[in-house]
């Protein structure tokens, strides 16, 4: 069943996607017949989690509706949203209006992108081991730490794929020797940033990656609309302090004994389309030792972040991670009344 309920939110991401560039062109009532159809396969897919199958639109619309809203599971304005676009679609007869209003369609698009990232962090909840896609482009510390929690059993999750911006680095060996699948992307070999960034998108969508954790990865790449809040990253210093482009690796550490800080540690953040910026999930310290080197401070760093990572992917994979504008809200775990 995961299976499924996975290519139907696959389907979901797809629509959302073709809806959003058949907006861009002006074709406003094929968009809001994406976004609809976008909304519907997310439904279908929650509903499937929990073993329900229905035929018909409306059966589907119905049930979503006794399913999770009347149980308070879902809010009834996003069930509103899947309603509206339901009724819009019809209006727009398939694309055969020529006067669609397109900020009709434009509302429907916003819509269905809150409907899509509710429902898919319920999704998460139901359906288990959440698919983790790894960057890295060193010696792949930050990776290992994950694969141990997962064996531990301290992570509910799976590691689909690894992706290296180098060939020859400890991080790849490190994968491939814990049988995880390995593709190198290099931006040597694709300067073009639109270029890398879409080979990287590309692969992500093929290994059906629910949440991207950038491992020590160092290169720029343009993170897509339907990725962002997807992609988290880990930084070795209490951001906003030390990051930007160049901070990374022991230059952050240097850079935090010359300043002469008290205290570091470590921050968690969703990453976005600026260096070490995005709404930070949570921070870990550590204090600053009057004899500490680079060395020993990254030490004593590393070991938060082998706490903080797997905290922050727990987070997200039980929906409790909220996007409210540069700050991440954590809400609180659902009891089992609740559920």
């Not at 509103?80 to 055969?96: K, M, P, S, T, W």
């Not at 669609?100 to 509710?118: G, M, V």
């Not at 301290?154 to 590691?159: F, K, M, Q, S």
């Not at 922050?312 to 700050?327: M, P, Q, V």
Request: proline share 3%; with cysteine; charged share 30%.
């Amino acid at each position: 069943m995961k299976s499924e309920v996975r290519q139907l939110q696959e389907k979901g991401r797809r629509s959302l996607a073709a809806a959003k560039r058949l907006a861009e062109i002006g074709h406003s009532d094929f968009a809001t017949s994406r976004a609809y159809y976008a909304m519907f396969y997310l439904a279908e897919a929650a509903l499937l989690s929990r073993g329900l199958c229905f035929s018909r639109h409306s059966a589907v619309i119905s049930a979503f509706g006794r399913e999770f809203v009347s149980k308070g599971l879902i809010k009834q304005e996003l069930h509103q949203h899947l309603i509206l676009a339901f009724d819009e679609r019809n209006v727009g007869d398939y694309g055969l209006r020529n006067d669609y209003p397109q900020e009709i369609a434009a509302d429907i698009l916003r819509k269905a992108e809150l409907f899509i990232k509710e429902v898919e962090r319920f999704i998460l909840e139901e359906v288990g081991s959440i698919r983790l896609g790894a960057l890295l482009s060193g010696g792949g510390r930050t990776l290992v730490n994950l694969v141990e929690e997962i064996d531990a059993g301290r992570l509910d999750a799976e590691v689909v794929v690894v992706i290296s911006s180098l060939p020859h680095v400890k991080g790849v060996e490190r994968a491939q020797a814990a049988g995880l699948p390995v593709k190198v992307i290099r931006k040597k070999e694709h300067p073009d940033v639109d270029e890398f960034s879409r080979l990287i998108a590309e692969t992500l969508d093929e290994y059906k990656v629910d949440l991207v954790c950038q491992a020590g990865w160092t290169c720029y790449w343009r993170i897509p609309d339907r990725w962002l809040d997807k992609v988290m990253n880990i930084h070795p210093a209490l951001l906003p302090r030390h990051g930007g482009k160049g901070f990374f690796g022991h230059h952050v550490h240097e850079a935090v004994l010359a300043a002469g800080e008290k205290e570091s540690g470590c921050t968690v953040h969703f990453a976005n389309n600026e260096y070490d910026a995005g709404p930070i999930i949570l921070q870990r310290k550590v204090p600053v030792l009057p004899d500490d080197d680079a060395d020993t401070l990254a030490a004593r760093v590393f070991e938060q972040e082998c706490l903080a990572y797997p905290e922050a992917i727990r987070l997200f994979a039980e929906g409790r991670l909220r996007i409210k504008g540069d700050r991440v809200e954590i809400l609180e775990k659902r009891t089992n009344t609740e559920t």
